[in-house]
């Protein structure tokens, strides 16, 4: 008897469908993520495959300043599934460019 909690796919992509590759994630969740919020992404800080897909933290500017230091960051949590489609972003945090990590 198949175990219902084993029948949902997990990180294996469908039999005979390459695996997408880090580079591909990357762009995939770059371009998604701009079309739905409108930020472009300036860095990834985290980047790795969990059982669901893909999770990454990307930095973006959320309010452009002069001088650049004074620019309003965010880091934002972007999870994608296995074919690299978005399924999620939150916001965990904003600071000042200019400012170093305080945790």
Do not use: C
């Amino acid at each position: 008897m198949t175990d219902p909690r084993k029948s949902k796919e997990t990180s294996s992509p469908e039999p005979g469908k390459p695996a997408l590759t880090a580079p591909q994630v990357l762009r995939a969740a770059h371009e998604q993520f701009a079309e739905l919020t409108g930020l472009r992404p300036e860095g990834i800080s985290r980047f790795e495959r969990t059982e669901e897909g893909w999770e990454l933290e990307a930095e973006v500017v959320e309010i452009a300043r002069v001088p650049e230091t004074m620019s309003v960051m965010a880091l934002y949590e972007v999870t994608l599934d296995t074919d690299g489609l978005l399924t999620g972003y939150r916001r965990v945090r904003r600071y000042e460019r200019g400012r170093t990590n305080s945790r």
